[in-house]
């Protein structure tokens, strides 16, 4: 009776044993890629390919943020570039100033934001303009708000990072600079010069030739050549585009090759509606006795290739650069001087403390000597 009993628990564990066993080669054979289903070697799904889906839900669902800064001269378009990118007016409650206001402007900062919502993806765009740069006679130090203002969003983030609330924090960062250089110049000026050397290590700076319908073609490629001739000759770091990978297919490359070699992006930015006279549709653009010149017709200019960069390629190339180079330069050359600060403060107070009780000591040394010589008075009396 026992030995049967002992027999069945014997045949039972075994069993399980083996119950286990098959389970772990047809884990083992999922590994391998074996097919099959059911048995040993079959194709065993473990579910981790579903974290980029995963990851996707969640980034929608919360949306996507981007700050712009636009820096430039009055009159070079930038509300109207601004407009004609996001296909919104921004600046519907703008009133311009007089040429006598304009005399004596000093550089502002201009923040508007909008939320935009494309095929369920909403993105929370902020637009930094800079009214008044360059506007004035005396220009010095005019690109100090500017400075300042990136300074700070810095400054503020790093505080959001090392506070409590680290879970809501709000980027105000800004990822990408558009500088406006003005076609009527023979390259760069002093003013461009200054403000982009001091922002090139703080900022993403996308270089912009303004009103290139103001150019012919063969000035344009002139214009184009001596900007970039100028930023190398003051070792001027502009935003570069990463490499393409080897994955990407050829679409892709040469998409990646035709923006590259058109910055500086020569724009025209319009916010009026014309009817080509070629294709007879209607689209963006400007009208001119002699014809209509398209916003996005990029054999007139290069704003679309400036959209697909901006919005399309590379919006997040300038995140990432934004969050893990110029954002930890700052961080890393904050972190040192504060720490250089309390260094020296703690040696400060050393140094005091030491020379407080050097000084008792010598008081009470001298202390010691007059009563040490009372006594030899008394003694010789």
């Known amino acids: 009776m026992m030995s049967g009993i002992r027999g069945n628990v014997g045949r039972s564990e075994s069993m399980r044993t083996g119950a286990s066993v098959d389970s772990h080669d047809s884990v083992g ?16 799904r473990l579910g981790f390919a579903n974290l980029p889906d995963q990851m996707h839900r969640k980034a929608v669902k919360k949306g996507f943020n981007f700050t712009l800064m636009v820096v430039g001269e009055s009159g070079l378009g930038k509300s109207t570039l601004i407009s004609s990118l996001f296909q919104q007016d921004l600046y519907k409650d703008r009133e311009l100033g007089s ?16 939320e935009l919502d494309e095929k369920g993806v909403k993105l929370r765009l902020t637009v930094v303009d800079t009214p008044g740069f360059n506007d004035a006679i005396n220009c010095q130090d ?33 990822h990408c600079c558009l500088y406006f250089v003005s076609p009527c110049g023979h390259g760069l000026r002093p003013i461009d ?21 103001t150019l012919t073609q063969a ?61 007879g549709r209607r689209t963006r653009g400007r009208q001119y006795p002699w014809g209509v010149v398209e ?32 954002y930890e330069n700052y961080r890393a050359k904050y972190i040192t001087e504060r720490m250089s600060k ?26 010691d000597t007059e009563g040490l010589l009372k006594e030899k008075e008394d003694e010789v009396c």
């Open 29 to 44: 054979g999922g590994s391998t890629g074996n097919g099959g289903s059911g048995g040993p070697g079959s194709n065993v």
């Open 99 to 114: 040429a006598t206001e304009r005399v004596n402007k000093t550089t502002e900062i201009d923040k508007r934001q909008i």
């Open 142 to 174: 005019c690109w100090r708000p500017i400075e300042d203002y990136i300074d700070n969003t810095f400054e503020q983030y790093f505080k959001d990072e090392c506070g409590l609330n680290r879970k809501n924090i709000v980027d105000h960062r800004v």
């Open 193 to 213: 010069v200054e403000l982009m050397r001091r922002l090139h290590s703080k900022v993403n700076i996308v270089p912009i030739i303004a009103k290139a319908d």
């Open 219 to 279: 000035e344009l490629r002139d214009l184009k050549e001596r900007v970039l001739a100028d930023l190398d000759r003051h070792k001027i770091q502009t935003y570069r585009m990463p490499d393409t990978d080897s994955d990407d297919d050829e679409e892709t490359r040469r998409q990646e090759s035709d923006i590259r070699a058109c910055i500086p992006f020569a724009v025209i930015g319009s916010n009026c509606v014309v009817e080509s006279a070629d294709t």
């Open 295 to 326: 916003v996005e017709n990029p054999k007139h200019c290069d704003f679309a290739k400036l959209r697909i960069f901006l919005l399309g390629t590379h919006m997040q190339d300038l995140k990432d650069i934004t969050k893990e180079v110029h």
């Open 342 to 367: 309390r260094k020296g403060a703690v040696r400060d107070d050393f140094e005091t403390r030491k020379s407080k009780n050097t000084t008792e000591a010598n008081f009470e040394a001298i202390v």
